[in-house]
Every structure is written in C-alpha cells, then in structure tokens.
C-alpha cells in the first residue's frame, strides 16, 4: 500500500474525465450526460480514496468501553 497510489488513480480519473467531456455525442442533452458521467467518477474516485486512505492509518487499538470484564472458568 502506497501514497502514490492515490495520485495515479487522480491521473487516471482526470483523463477519464477529459475523455468523458470531449466524447460525449452532441444533442440537446450534452450538458446532462457530460455532467452525470464526470460527476460519477468524481464521486468513485472520492468514495475510493478515502476508504484506501482510511486503511492506510487504521485504529491500532481502539479502546473498548462498558464491557463485561472477563470470565474465568
């Protein structure tokens, strides 16, 4: 696991985009699907980086509260 790996999926996503802007078929609703379209990687990519950043510092030991205290046979 890796920091870099964030900014090369940004690349990626950033050319996915730019693609998405100048592929998309002319007509009356261009705007519209170019907005859905970009919007959607957009919101990927966040949803993903920040569950892979999240894991990148994970709680090490979280503190357990109002637990029962062990039981010794």
Not at 27 to 38: A, E, F, L, S
């Amino acid at each position: 696991m890796s920091g870099y790996n964030i900014i090369w999926a940004f690349l990626g996503v950033a050319a996915a985009c730019a693609l998405a802007y100048f592929l998309t078929p002319k007509g009356n609703d261009q705007t519209v699907i170019r907005t859905v379209v970009i919007m959607s990687l957009i919101c990927c990519y966040l949803m993903w980086a920040i569950t892979y950043l999240a894991q990148l510092h994970p709680l090490i030991f979280p503190k357990k509260v109002g637990l029962r205290p062990p039981h010794h046979q």
